[in-house]
């Protein structure tokens, strides 16, 4: 599925962010009673992410991957808040808005994984499992790419200047031949590349702010939680999984998954799909 295919099945719901009313777009799949799954992507990506491992869901849940306030196809004008604690206000009134009802499993990536962090940390009761990969923790981050994709020249940048900084981050930088990849590469350029992209992107990468994991309490986390790990990133490494395994209260299990790096869903969908799955049937595969 290309990223205009993922776009035309998304719907679009309204939340406050502070004072501000934003669009968010989401993929919704499954009965809407089931129990609800849901995926959080991170920076700079959206819910595209995801494109690969949703169908994971059984049947008789119900799969729901929103584009975080400022990205993706949510809306992304000037003006409001992208840090991860205006993130887990949108998470908390989308969940309500579309009647998903906890216990919730949670699926989240990178910053997605410190908006589950913080989620989970202050509604333990409504978070039954949280699979967490590559997840800002603590002081894991921001890393510098990003830092520096919040200074305010980024938004003056026309595409051909922004295109190679976005080539790196999803394609050689990270990992091997961006041809490999070029749809996952195509598809999470294009929100940047669109109209008011690049100033959206500029205020989500200085929405980055690491007082909002460190400040965390990690041991009110009372879910089960699978760190689903790809072992080779050098963003977020693997010991910031085990460290988390550590601290929170729940049962947590690390899984490292081999030739992954930072964008491990992309790099072991098969492998990605078949342990979430393990997680969402009860431990059996």
Sequence with gaps: MDHEEWSDRQETVSVTVDDNEVDVAYYDSGPTDGH???FVHGIPT???LWRDVVDAVPDDQRALALDLAGYGNSS???GFDRSIRAQEGVLAEFLDTVDAEGPITLVAHDIGGGVALRYAAHNPEQVENLVLSNAVCYDSWPVEFVSNLGLPETADLDDEEL????DFAFGDGLYGDAADHEEFVEGMKAPWLAEG??????RAAVGT???HTTELTYENITAETTLLWGEDDVLQPISYAERLADDVAGDAEVVPLEDAYHWVVEDRPDA?????RRVLDNGEV
Aim: aromatic share 14%; hydrophobic share 35%.
């Design 76 to 78: 992304r004008y000037d």
């Design 272 to 276: 990605y799909r078949t342990e979430l």
């Design 197 to 202: 992209g690049k100033t959206a992107l500029a």
């Design 209 to 211: 702010n690491t007082n």
């Design 163 to 166: 295109e190679p900084k976005l």
């Design 36 to 38: 609800p799954v849901v």
């Design 46 to 48: 959206w819910s595209f």
